[in-house]
């Protein structure tokens, strides 16, 4: 483990060169891995780990698209595909990727089979933090640990196989075999993340409800929205509206940011660009800060794990998001964006 300076803040993080996959394998050699679930986050850290060359097995519930897609994925029924309970049962290492609200309902038939010894695994905080509200309390013998990577299953995979890796957070939140910290870091390289920094239960969910409904979707749909309809108000055009909002920022600003940063961005844009950047950003920065105040709040007090296990446990829950989610797909902006993508060069 290494201390890195981050501006100024030092930080425990592990990288691949200290922590490499021969030692990740060695640490694992003696474990089976059981994923269990086939959503989004299932799929790559399973996939992962298996070419990275370790043993791992799949429990999937049977009958739906995500068994079918585990098959088309070279999974094999009775051999590395299984029930979700078998699964957990021939597992050392349970990585307990079902939806958030999914953990909660099959919770009662997978403790049982968390024997002494095994580890318990999650990528996300939630069940762990709200367990007043989930239930999930491990049981003494066990592991618990988790390795959240900052990004979708589907880009983890992807950058696993171009050669690269997403950052994830680890976290022990019960170290019952003295083992927990090798075997988090161990699944952590196995499954293809970057670079490793630590976190706690609480905070990796603290952070992550806040920055999906923040900077990561809900405040920049909100701000995409807010200046695309004050464009459109003000008689410019969908594709003006949507270039200037969308596009740019996508294809051409983002890129440089991921790059070098959005001081470098800064730095080398035009002067006009630059003066209203540096005078607006901080009106900005005061109009949302009192948004995030009361969502940091929101989510401190359980308020939104709660709205979120609420509406997950509904059962319209699926139509009702259909709806919203086709309100958003129908507006103006994200139609004219479909069009504007069409048009890129590459897909002309
Ligand atoms: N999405 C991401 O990329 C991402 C990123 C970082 C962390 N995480 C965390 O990783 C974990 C998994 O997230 P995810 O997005 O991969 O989940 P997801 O795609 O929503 O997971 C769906 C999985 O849960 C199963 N499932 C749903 N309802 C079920 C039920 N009632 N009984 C049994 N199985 C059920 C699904 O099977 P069926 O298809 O049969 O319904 C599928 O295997 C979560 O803790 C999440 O917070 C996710």
Not at 231 to 244: D, I, K, V, Y
């Amino acid at each position: 483990m290494a201390m890195l300076n981050f501006g100024g803040t030092e930080e425990k993080v592990v990288t691949r060169e200290e922590f490499p996959l021969e030692k990740a394998r060695e640490v694992l050699k003696d474990e089976t891995i059981a994923v269990i679930g086939y959503g989004v986050q299932g799929p790559g850290q399973s996939l992962n780990l298996r070419d990275n060359g370790f043993n791992v097995i799949v429990g999937q519930r049977k009958g739906g698209a995500s068994w079918d897609k585990a098959v088309k994925d070279g999974w094999v029924p009775g051999e590395t595909l299984f029930p979700i309970e078998e699964a957990a049962e021939r597992g050392t290492i349970i990585q307990y990727l079902l939806s958030d609200a999914a953990q909660i309902e099959v919770w009662p038939r997978i403790k049982p089979l968390l024997t002494d010894g095994k580890a318990l695994y999650f990528s996300h905080g939630f069940g762990i933090t709200y367990n007043e509200r989930t239930k999930i309390v491990a049981p003494e013998g066990v592991d618990v640990i988790l390795v959240a990577p900052k990004g979708s299953g589907t880009s983890l995979r992807r950058l696993f196989l171009e050669g690269r890796g997403l950052n994830s957070s680890y976290a022990i939140d019960q170290d019952a075999t003295g083992r927990a910290y090798e075997r988090a870091i161990a699944l952590g390289i196995g499954v293809g993340s970057g670079y490793l920094f630590e976190t706690d239960f609480k905070r990796e969910v603290y952070s992550d409800l806040t920055g999906e409904r923040g900077t990561l979707m809900g405040a920049i749909q909100g701000i995409f929205e807010a200046q695309y309809d004050v464009l459109r108000a003000n008689g410019h055009s969908p594709s003006e509206a949507f270039n200037e909002t969308v596009e740019e920022l996508t294809q051409s600003l983002m890129p440089l940011v991921a790059e070098n940063g959005m001081d470098w961005m800064y730095a080398n844009c035009s002067t006009t660009a630059q003066r209203g950047a540096l005078d607006w950003k901080d009106k900005f920065r005061d109009a949302v800060k009192p948004v995030f105040e009361d969502l940091y709040q929101s989510v401190a007090s359980g308020e939104e794990a709660q709205r979120s296990i609420d509406s997950n446990s509904q059962k319209d829950y699926r139509e009702k998001l259909e709806v919203e989610l086709k309100e958003l797909s129908d507006s103006e902006m994200w139609q004219a964006g479909r069009t504007v993508r069409k048009l890129r060069p590459e897909n002309a």
